[in-house]
């Protein structure tokens, strides 16, 4: 898998949007960008993914830098709920998936 | 209803034991994963079938062995358990793409906390 580059925590007010970064400048043209989170003692979930354009969906918004090396995850306004490690993970493009979990950012939304 | 669901959620046994978890998927998947997230929080896949052929098998022991007897249940036996088998073991499915490569979107459960003692 490419490898993607995050810090390992963030703070966030709540109603704020949170805005998590990932590097991933050794992407390949034919690789997605995905972003999971894993809120305390749950299973990951899915959250977005995208190629080369901005996605957004009921939960976030994906902005992916033009050369592709970089991309942001925005939640527009953070909920208590949304505290989580979100992890960002450009999986190999080999027909079947395999999720390579790195540390991810943890999130902190405070009151 | 629950995407993807997994047996038991918790799971306390004795050393050199032999154990199940079992899980099953109504999202008419494919594809499904066990994955395995150890006390430092690391999410690591362990094994993965398609349409009950094993496609990933990562280095794990001969003690965990995986059963697939259809596509929607993927149970992973684990033989004469060891205290570094404790973790969480998250089952997933996902369906494979069959035009192009978008990656595929891969559901979780709950996870089922073992702990060997």
């Known amino acids: 898998d490419a490898k993607t580059t995050q810090p390992p925590s963030m703070d966030c007010a709540e109603g704020r949007a949170a805005n998590l970064p990932c590097n991933h400048s050794t992407i390949s043209g034919n690789e997605y960008v995905y972003w999971y989170r894993q809120i305390h003692s749950q299973g990951p979930q899915y959250i977005i993914h995208g190629l080369k354009n901005n996605e957004t969906n009921e939960m976030a918004s994906l902005i992916i830098t033009e050369d592709r090396k970089s991309s942001t995850l925005i939640l527009p306004h953070a909920t208590l709920r949304d505290t989580a490690v979100y992890y960002c993970i450009v999986p190999m493009n080999t027909g079947f998936q395999k999720l390579v979990f790195g540390t991810g950012t943890r999130l902190l939304v405070s009151p | 209803d629950t995407a993807v669901s997994q047996t038991p959620k918790y799971l306390v046994t004795q050393m050199g034991n032999d154990k199940s978890i079992k899980c099953e998927q109504n999202l008419g998947h494919d594809t499904m994963y066990w994955y395995k997230q150890d006390s430092k929080k690391f999410l690591k896949i362990m094994f993965s079938y398609n349409n009950k052929e094993l496609i990933i098998n990562e280095t794990v022991p001969n003690r965990f062995s995986p059963k697939s007897p259809d596509k929607a249940h993927l149970n992973l036996h684990i033989n004469s358990l060891e205290l570094g088998d404790s973790a969480v073991y998250f089952c997933?499915?996902?369906?494979?793409?069959?035009?192009?490569?978008?990656?595929?979107?891969?559901?979780f459960g709950e996870g089922s906390w073992l702990t060997v003692v």
């Open positions: 997933a499915s996902s369906q494979t793409e069959t035009r192009g490569w978008s990656g595929n979107t891969i559901y």
